[in-house]
């Protein structure tokens, strides 16, 4: 199983960037039953859940992306994404795509990160 991320990139506060994951090696049925998501990691500071979403779609974000970050999966396409708005310098940080299978409960799979950096 690989994830692949893209998107990344520079933007200045306020813009937007569309992060996308790509699972392949993989079922279908299997990426259907699985939790998808993102974390990021800001220099100098621990590793955080950003958004994630669960088989049926349903998302969880942290606190401080909501009502700005939107996830979304398309099973069809084995991909998550993750749509940024209204980004701020504090958005800065490199995103990594996970993905935990039901099929494979003991494991949990990562992209390579992709880099956010927003300017003030």
């Known amino acids: 199983v690989q994830l692949q991320a893209s998107g990344g990139g520079s933007v200045q506060a306020g813009g937007s960037l569309r992060l996308s994951c790509k699972a392949s090696g993989i079922i279908l049925s299997t990426f259907r039953d699985s939790t998808m998501g993102w974390y990021r990691q800001a220099p100098g500071k621990e590793r955080e859940l950003v958004a994630s979403?669960?088989?049926?779609?349903?998302?969880n974000y942290v606190d401080s992306v909501k009502g700005r970050f939107t996830i979304s999966r398309d099973n069809a396409r084995k991909t998550v994404y993750l749509q940024m708005n209204s980004l701020t310098p504090e958005d800065t940080a490199v995103y990594y795509c996970f993905a935990h299978f039901t099929a494979y409960p003991t494991i949990d799979y990562w992209g390579q990160g992709t880099k956010v950096t927003v300017s003030s």
């Open positions: 979403t669960i088989r049926s779609g349903i998302p």
